[in-house]
């Protein structure tokens, strides 16, 4: 069976998604997993040309071929890929954010990122993920202005402050614990590999 990558952006779409899934789709468990393999493999390799095709396109070209291939790699049940590609188009996003506020990626988006990496055994990703969701979450705080209208018309001001800033702290720490139990993960399972 021949699959390509389509060359044109405007085929990165769910017609060709559907396709994929139908191929993947077979009565026998053997055909099945050597049909999933060696799809696994062509998309590796074939995502790779379509990367370097699409270095010096705009970053809307690229996070729609970045989802495209994430979708294609979850699909094929290739955990490793999709998470490497989530994570490129994640910075992607926040690098882009700062003249092009719509991209920002927000903290909860980092922090459910590095749960699924530290779950799926990539730990070092899941601290950097949790990095980023800090740094986010420290982002976000500075933005908030002191006296926002919301804050003025509450009964009492200081409380609602003090449920912001509490609320904060216990993300924060949250965020802490998970890169913590991730970076230890990591040390702990570096030396399984010599």
């Excluded at 139908?22 to 493999?41: C, F, M, N, T, Y």
């Excluded at 979850?74 to 188009?89: H, I, M, N, P, T």
């Excluded at 006296?147 to 409380?159: F, G, R």
Aim: aromatic share 8%.
């Amino acid at each position: 069976m021949v699959f390509s990558i389509p060359c044109r952006y405007s085929r990165f779409d769910d017609a060709t998604l559907r396709v994929l899934e139908s191929a993947l789709v077979s009565k026998d468990v053997k055909s099945s997993i050597e049909v999933r393999s060696g799809l696994r493999q062509f998309l590796r390799s074939e995502s790779l040309s379509v990367l370097r095709e699409i270095s010096e396109k705009s970053a809307e070209e690229k996070l729609l071929v970045l989802e495209f291939l994430v979708r294609s790699f979850a699909l094929v049940g290739d955990v490793e890929s999709c998470l490497a590609l989530r994570y490129e188009a994640l910075l992607l996003r926040d690098l882009k954010s700062a003249t092009n506020p719509w991209l920002q990626v927000p903290y909860t988006e980092w922090l459910n990122f590095a749960h699924q990496s530290k779950d799926s055994g990539f730990y070092s990703v899941a601290g950097r993920a949790c990095e980023n969701a800090l740094v986010c979450l420290k982002r976000k705080c500075a933005e908030d202005p002191k006296t926002d209208e919301d804050y003025v018309t509450k009964k009492s001001t200081e409380d609602a402050k003090a449920d912001g800033v509490f609320e904060n702290v216990q993300v924060i720490e949250q965020i802490k614990r998970l890169k913590d139990c991730a970076m230890a993960s990591a040390s702990s399972h570096s030396g399984m590999y010599y």
